[in-house]
């Protein structure tokens, strides 16, 4: 039976920990139940309704996560081309594993069709690709994978967070736990700890004004 399947991101902007692309796969009839669900994009629900989405959904779909750590992302940071290609590497290699009949995936590109061509060149199979913007908030099968990815990647920071002791937030630029774990961190350690993306601006300024501020004291 033919396979439908949906890809989307989550964490492709933080500062902190990695980006988690996320693809899934149903039959046509199964396609129905996630329609079914009253499936939004992630980033519209509440972290204990993507957790109850998240094991409805692994009860219905096949799912492949590709994790991208902060390293990875920072060799490619140079500019947001090389980020979409990043992407798209991604992407290409969750609808190898997967193999469906047609996938829906939510384009980083600004020319949603062009990401779609792209990821379609990294496949040694035929197949329908519907690319566009918002696909998480107009395809429930895309919805189903920008879930997985997010309550994934929100579980990865929980380990962070575990690891060392402390809340580093969301690890998002505008969170304001965050950017005190980083100006704290690098008070502390004259450095940015491994999974922090190096590469961002939020980075660079955080070290920046650390520095200006010790410049200050020696004044």
Not at 70 to 93: G, K, Q, W, Y
Not at 144 to 173: F, P
Not at 205 to 215: E, S, V, Y
Request: include cysteine; proline fraction near 5%.
């Amino acid at each position: 039976m033919p396979l439908i399947a949906g890809i989307d991101e989550a964490g492709r902007g933080p500062v902190i920990g990695p980006m988690v692309v996320c693809g899934v796969s149903v039959s046509e009839k199964k396609h129905r139940k996630i329609k079914s669900m009253g499936l939004k994009d992630s980033k519209l629900l509440t972290p204990k309704k993507r957790e109850e989405f998240a094991v409805k959904i692994k009860e219905v779909c096949e799912y492949e996560l590709v994790v991208v750590s902060p390293e990875r992302i920072d060799s490619r940071a140079d500019d947001e081309t090389n980020l979409n290609e990043l992407e798209v590497e991604c992407f290409s290699n969750i609808l190898r594993a997967l193999r469906p009949a047609v996938a829906y995936v939510d384009a980083c590109d600004v020319n949603a069709e062009r990401f779609g061509i792209n990821v379609k060149k990294g496949l040694d199979f035929e197949l329908d690709i519907v690319s566009r913007h918002n696909a998480d908030r107009d395809y429930p099968v895309v919805s189903a994978a920008s879930i997985l990815a997010k309550v994934h990647r929100d579980a990865l920071v929980q380990e962070i967070c575990e690891s060392i002791g402390e809340d580093v937030g969301s690890g998002y630029s505008h969170d304001p736990i965050t950017r005190e774990f980083l100006r704290g961190y690098y008070k502390k350690n004259k450095c940015m700890p491994p999974f922090v993306r190096k590469s961002w601006k939020t980075t660079t300024a955080i070290i920046n004004d650390c520095l200006q501020a010790r410049l200050f004291q020696f004044d």
